[in-house]
C-alpha cells in the first residue's frame, strides 16, 4: 500500500465530490426552471384540445376568416418556442450529466492506475464516522447513473412528444413531474454532505496543529469524538456497531439529517471556526 | 466453500454490479468494478462488474442481471449454491462496434418512433456497460419503452466480452416487442413429443409456405389455408403439439383460453375475442403467428335455437375468421375432442381449412413416445421399449407419460430403502402399468377388475382351451404368423354349454392370458328406461372398445341381453333394436372418422419420405386393430342367426360337461387347499358323479369339508372319504341328460 496512491484517491474524490455539489445545485436549479416550462406546454395542449373541439362557425366569431387555422398556426408556434426552450434546458441538464460523467470517469482512472497498489484491505477500511474509498466510489457512479437515467428518461418524455398526440401533450407535464425521484436526490445531498464533512475529518491540520504532517485517518482524533458524539446525542441510537455499514446508517439517519440540515450547518461551522474539539451540542 | 446466492439489493439494481466478499474478490485477483464472468448452471451466464459487499461478508454473492444469457431473464436464478470456480476474472477491452438489436415494450412505439432515436436513445442507455456476445442486456431500469438490447455481435477479432464506450459504434439491426422477443426465447426450451411428426411437419408447412414463398403462392393465386382443427381423444398431445410447432417455426403464440374470454357483462366476451384477434394480427407483423383456440367446443358449441349468449360469441368468431386479410398471416389452430359438438358453419374451408384427426397412438407410435420419455430418464438398457409398446395398448400420451412416472417413483421408493443406482427397470414399468390403466378406459361403461385366472387353474377342458388360445391368444402373440397365413383374427367367439361347466372362467384366464383389455357388460349396464339410450350405450362400449384396441369385450349371458328376430317378440322390442346395433358394430360397413387410430397419411409439398421399415409392429396392429367379442351363453338357440354367421362370431365352441377325466381334474384342483385324508379315492368320486358340473364338483368339496366340520366338533384336521360319499349322496347332479342332448346339436 502506497501513500501517494492513496492520496490521489482521496484527492480525487474531494475532488469529484465537490463538483458533484456543483452539478447537483445546478440540476436542481434547471429543473426548476423546467416545470413553469412543462406547465405552459400542457396548458397549450389544452388549448389545442378546446380549438378543435369548439365550432367556430357557431360563434360569432365566425367573421373572421379562416381564424380556426390562424389559432391552430399560433398555438402551434408557442409550442415550438416552449419546446425550443426546454431543449435548452435539457442541453444544459446533458452538460451537467457529462461533466459528471467525466469526473466519475477520471476517478475512476485514477482508481485504476493505482489498482496495484491498493490492496481491497485499503479501499475496504472504514470507521464510524468515514465511509471507505470503495463506498465513495460506488457513490459517485451511482450519481452518476442517476444523472444519466433522469437525462434520458427526460429526453425519451421529450422526444416521443407529438404535435397530433393532443392527449400525450397534455400529459407531459404530469409524466415530467412523476420523473423526479426525490429520494435518490436527497441520497446525493447527503453523500455530498457526508463527504464534505469527512474531508475536514481527515485534515487534522484544521482541529490538530500538532499533527500537521500526517494526512491519515487517525481514529482517536477529537474531531471525531465530536463528530460521535453529535452523532449519538443527535441519535441515541449507537451506531458504531462495527463493520456496520456506512451507507446504512447514512440512510437510516438519512431523513433527520436532512431534517436537521440547518444544524448540520452549524456542526460544519463549528468545526471550521474551532480549533478544538468541542462537547458541547451545536445547538447550544 | 460455497457461495450462497442472494437476490440483488434494490439500490444495486441496474448497476451491473456482483457484490461479493473481499476475500474472494482479493482471491480472484479482482479489483473494484472489474468485469467477471458469472457462469450458472444450465448453460447460463451473466456479466458483471465486482464490488465488495457493504457490510464486506463473505459467503454470500449478489448478481444483478443487467447483461445476462437470455434465458436467465426469463428464469431468474434462485436458491442456488455456486462454487468460487464459477466466477472467471474476465478482461473487457473497449469496443469499436457492436451489433444490437432493440426489444421494445409495444407496437406502437416501434411504429413512432424515428430509428435516429431509437438509436441515440439506446446509445446513451448502454454507454459504460460490459457486453457479452449473444447475451441480453436488460434495461428495464431506465424506465422508458425501450426495454431490453440484444448483443448480436461484437466487433472483436477474439473473446465475447467488451466494454462499451462513448466511442462504439453501435448498429441497431432489428426492432422487435417484447411478446416476439418472449416467444422467441420459448423455443430454446424444446418440448418432448414423439410419434406426432407428421401431423407436425404438416402444421409447419402450413406456417412456413406463406413466409417462404410469398410470390409462388400469389402468383399461383392461392391462398394458404389458416385454419387447422385438431381433433382427438384427450390426452393425445393437440395442445403440446402447437407448442411444439410453434416452437420450432420461432412463430409467436397467442393462446385463448375459454374462461379467459368469456365476460359476465354482454359484449364483453365479443369484446375480448375481437382483442384477441387484434393481439394477433400485431404480433403477426414481427413474424409467423399461430392463434392457438384450445378446447374450441366450450368456447363455440353448437348454436341453439334461443338467443343463448353463446350464440353471438359464435358469431363474432365466424366474423372474425372471415374478415381476416390475406395480409394478416397468422394461423388459427383450434384444438377439441368433442367435433361433433362444434358449430358446423365453423368447419367449413375459408375457416377451418384442415382438419387433423390424432388417433390414439399406434403402438409405433407408442414406441416413439416411450422412447422420447425415457429420453431424460435413466432407464435400464434391457428395459424392451417395443414390448412395453405392445402392452400398453390404449394408452394415449399423457397415460404414457404417466406411466414412466409412475415407474420412476417406484424406482425411487425402492432406491431409498437400499442404495443402489438409480435405473428403471422393467419390473418398475410392470408395477406402473398395474397401476396406470389406459384413459379412455376410465370412468366408462363395463370397466371391469378380474383376479387373474390361469389356464391351470381350470381342470380339464384341454380341447376347448386350445380352441379360445387360438382364436384369442394366438392372433396377439404370433400375429407375423398369421399375416405370413393370410389369415385375420376372429371377431367373435361364442362359448355355449350347460351352465357350470366354466363358460365364464375359460374367458377370464384369456382375458388374464392375453393381456389386453378386457370389458365386460350386462344387462345392468345397458338397459334404460329412456327409448334409445341402451343403444348408445352398446354402441359407445363399441366405440371405447376399439379405443383401446385390442380389446376383448365379454358378453356373458347373451341371450338374455341381446333377442333374436325370430323368436315372435314385438319387432321393435329394446333386445332386437340392441341386436341390431349389435349386428351392425360386429360387422358394419365402417368406422367413424373420429375413431381412427393414428394419423392419416398427409400429402405435403415437402415430400416426406414415407417410412416402410415398421415391420413387426405394423403386423401387429393389422391383426390387433379390432375388438374381439366373446359371447358366452346356455341357450344358444335362442340367438339370432344373423349373430351366428362368420364374419361375426366366427368361432362357436361347445364348452362340454366334464367326462370322468376332466371331473378328476376339477377334484384334484378343488381339494387342492384342503387337508384331504389319505384313504379319499378321487378316481371313485369323479366316477360317481356322472352329469355333475364343474360348480356342483367345487360344491361337493365344500360340503364334504362342511360335514367333517359338523362331525368333528371343529376339531377336524383332515376331511376323510366317507364325508365325500355322505355329501355325495344327498346331492343330485345339476344336468339331465336330456339337456345335455339338446346342446349336441350345433346351433348353426
Excluded at chain 1, 90 to 104: E, H, P
Aim: proline share 6%; hydrophobic share 35%.
Amino acid at each position: 500500500m502506497s501513500k501517494p496512491a492513496l492520496l490521489s484517491l482521496q484527492q480525487a474524490l474531494r475532488k469529484s465530490f465537490h463538483s458533484l455539489e456543483n452539478s447537483q445545485n445546478v440540476w436542481s436549479s434547471v429543473l426548476a426552471e423546467c416545470s413553469p416550462l412543462m406547465d405552459s406546454l400542457g396548458n397549450l395542449a389544452e388549448q389545442s384540445r378546446a380549438l378543435s373541439n369548439v365550432q367556430l362557425s357557431n360563434t360569432p366569431l365566425r367573421d373572421f376568416p379562416d381564424l380556426q387555422e390562424r389559432l391552430r398556426f399560433k398555438l402551434l408556434q408557442a409550442t415550438d418556442t416552449v419546446l425550443s426552450k426546454i431543449t435548452e434546458k435539457m442541453s444544459s441538464l446533458q452538460s451537467v450529466r457529462d461533466s459528471t460523467s467525466n469526473q466519475v470517469s477520471a476517478v475512476l482512472q485514477v482508481y485504476e492506475q493505482n489498482t496495484d497498489s491498493l490492496d481491497l484491505l485499503t479501499v475496504t477500511e472504514r470507521s464510524a464516522i468515514t465511509p471507505s474509498l470503495c463506498d465513495m466510489l460506488q457513490w459517485l457512479q451511482d450519481a452518476e447513473c442517476h444523472y444519466r437515467q433522469q437525462f434520458l428518461r427526460r429526453k425519451t418524455l421529450l422526444q416521443t412528444l407529438r404535435a397530433d398526440d393532443l392527449s400525450s401533450l397534455e400529459s407531459a407535464p404530469k409524466r415530467w413531474k412523476s420523473l423526479e425521484s426525490p429520494s435518490a436526490e436527497d441520497c446525493i445531498t447527503v453523500w455530498v454532505n457526508v463527504n464534505y464533512e469527512i474531508h475536514f475529518a481527515k485534515c487534522p491540520s484544521l482541529l490538530n496543529p500538532s499533527e500537521e504532517n500526517g494526512s491519515e485517518l487517525k481514529p482517536e482524533q477529537p474531531v471525531n469524538r465530536f463528530f460521535d458524539v453529535y452523532l449519538r446525542w443527535t441519535f441515541p441510537v449507537d451506531f458504531r456497531k462495527k463493520n456496520c455499514s456506512w451507507v446504512e446508517s447514512v440512510c437510516m439517519y438519512q431523513t433527520l439529517i436532512i431534517q436537521d440540515k440547518e444544524e448540520f450547518k452549524t456542526l460544519r461551522i463549528m468545526h471550521s471556526s474551532t480549533k478544538k474539539a468541542q462537547l458541547e451540542p451545536c445547538h447550544t | 466453500m460455497s457461495l450462497r446466492l442472494l437476490s440483488v439489493d434494490a439500490c444495486d439494481r441496474g448497476s451491473q454490479r456482483c457484490r461479493l466478499g473481499p476475500g474472494l474478490m482479493s482471491a480472484l485477483g479482482l479489483s473494484l468494478g472489474s468485469p467477471v464472468l458469472v457462469s450458472l448452471p444450465g448453460g447460463r451466464s451473466c456479466l458483471c462488474t465486482a464490488w465488495p459487499r457493504s457490510d464486506l461478508a463473505e459467503g454470500f454473492l449478489q448478481v444483478d442481471l443487467k447483461c445476462s444469457s437470455a434465458n436467465l431473464i426469463s428464469h431468474p436464478p434462485t436458491h442456488l449454491n455456486l462454487d468460487p470456480a464459477q466466477l472467471t476474472p474476465t478482461p473487457c477491452p473497449k469496443l469499436k462496434g457492436v451489433k444490437i438489436s432493440v426489444v421494445v415494450q409495444s407496437a406502437d412505439f416501434k411504429k413512432h418512433t424515428a430509428p435516429r432515436l431509437i438509436h441515440e436513445l439506446v446509445k446513451d442507455m448502454l454507454r459504460g456497460v460490459y457486453v457479452h456476445r449473444k447475451h441480453v442486456i436488460n434495461l428495464e431500469d431506465f424506465d422508458t419503452e425501450i426495454r431490453y438490447v440484444v448483443i448480436e455481435d461484437i466487433n472483436l477479432e477474439s473473446g465475447h466480452v467488451g466494454l462499451i464506450t462513448s466511442k462504439t459504434a453501435v448498429e441497431i439491426t432489428g426492432i422487435q416487442t417484447v411478446r416476439h422477443h418472449r416467444s422467441q426465447l420459448q423455443d430454446q426450451d424444446t418440448i418432448p413429443l414423439g410419434g406426432l411428426e407428421e401431423v407436425a411437419a404438416s402444421l409447419k408447412e402450413m406456417l412456413q409456405l406463406p413466409l417462404l414463398y410469398p410470390d409462388t403462392l400469389s402468383t399461383l393465386g392461392v391462398s394458404c389455408p389458416r385454419g387447422v382443427l385438431l381433433v382427438g381423444p384427450p390426452g393425445v398431445g393437440k395442445t403440446l403439439l402447437v407448442r411444439k410447432v410453434v416452437g420450432e417455426v420461432g412463430a409467436s403464440l397467442v393462446v385463448v383460453r375459454g374462461p379467459e374470454v368469456v365476460g359476465s357483462r354482454p359484449g364483453e366476451s365479443e369484446e375480448k375475442l375481437r382483442a384477441v384477434f387484434e393481439r394477433a394480427r400485431s404480433a403477426a407483423e414481427e413474424g409467423p403467428c399461430v392463434l392457438f383456440l384450445d378446447e374450441l367446443d366450450s368456447l363455440c358449441p353448437r348454436r341453439s335455437g334461443s338467443s343463448a349468449p353463446e350464440n353471438r360469441l359464435v358469431a363474432q368468431l365466424l366474423t372474425l375468421m372471415d374478415g381476416m386479410n390475406q395480409s394478416d398471416r397468422f394461423l388459427i389452430a383450434g384444438a377439441t375432442n368433442r367435433p361433433d359438438s362444434l358449430d358446423p358453419a365453423l368447419r367449413r374451408p375459408g375457416r377451418f381449412d384442415r382438419e387433423v384427426i390424432i388417433g390414439a397412438p399406434t403402438s409405433q407410435q407408442r414406441k416413439d413416445i416411450l422412447s422420447v420419455l425415457c429420453a431424460s430418464m435413466p432407464v435400464c438398457p434391457s428395459v424392451d421399449l417395443t414390448e412395453l409398446a405392445q402392452r400398453t395398448t390404449g394408452y394415449v400420451g399423457a397415460d404414457l407419460s404417466a406411466l414412466c412416472r409412475e415407474a420412476a417413483m417406484h424406482a425411487i421408493r425402492e432406491n431409498s430403502k437400499g442404495a443402489e443406482e438409480q435405473a428403471v427397470v422393467m419390473k418398475h414399468f410392470q408395477e406402473a402399468l398395474k397401476l396406470v390403466r389406459p384413459s379412455c378406459l376410465r370412468s366408462r361403461l363395463g370397466r371391469t377388475e378380474l383376479s387373474p385366472v390361469s389356464w391351470e387353474q381350470i381342470g380339464g377342458l384341454d380341447e376347448v382351451k386350445l380352441k379360445i388360445q387360438q382364436s384369442v391368444e394366438w392372433p396377439m402373440k404370433h400375429p407375423e404368423a398369421f399375416v405370413r397365413l393370410g389369415l385375420c383374427r376372429p371377431r367373435g367367439v361364442l362359448l355355449y354349454g350347460p351352465p357350470g361347466c366354466a363358460k365364464t372362467t375359460l374367458v377370464r384366464a384369456a382375458a388374464t392370458s392375453s393381456h389386453c383389455a378386457f370389458l365386460s357388460v350386462s344387462g345392468a349396464d345397458l338397459y334404460s328406461p329412456y327409448v334409445g339410450d341402451s343403444e348408445k350405450a352398446l354402441a359407445q362400449l363399441f366405440h371405447q372398445a376399439r379405443a383401446c384396441a385390442p380389446c376383448i369385450l365379454f358378453l356373458d349371458e347373451i341371450d338374455t341381453l341381446i333377442g333374436s328376430r325370430s323368436s315372435g317378440q314385438s319387432a321393435n322390442s329394446v333386445q332386437t333394436r340392441l341386436l341390431s346395433v349389435l349386428l351392425n358394430e360386429m360387422d358394419g360397413v365402417g368406422l367413424k372418422t373420429l375413431e381412427r387410430r393414428g394419423t392419416e397419411k398427409i400429402l405435403q409439398a415437402e415430400g416426406a419420405e414415407e417410412n416402410h421399415t415398421q415391420g413387426q409392429l405394423d403386423c401387429q396392429e393389422v391383426c390387433n386393430k379390432d375388438v374381439m367379442v366373446i359371447a358366452a351363453t346356455n341357450r344358444p338357440d335362442c340367438l339370432d342367426s344373423a349373430l351366428l354367421r362368420p364374419g361375426r362370431l366366427d368361432h362357436i365352441i361347445y364348452v362340454p360337461p366334464p367326462d370322468r377325466q376332466a371331473r378328476l381334474c376339477i377334484l384334484k384342483l378343488c381339494t387342492e387347499s384342503m387337508p384331504v385324508d389319505a384313504d379319499v379315492c378321487l378316481e371313485e368320486l369323479a366316477t360317481k358323479t356322472e352329469l355333475y358340473s364343474g360348480a356342483d364338483l367345487e360344491n361337493l368339496c365344500k360340503e364334504a369339508a362342511l360335514l367333517a366340520l359338523q362331525e368333528e366338533n371343529m376339531k377336524a384336521s383332515t376331511i376323510k372319504h366317507t364325508y365325500f360319499l355322505r355329501s355325495l349322496s344327498k346331492m343330485s347332479p345339476s344336468l339331465t341328460a336330456k339337456q345335455i342332448q339338446t346342446y349336441q346339436k350345433r346351433p348353426r
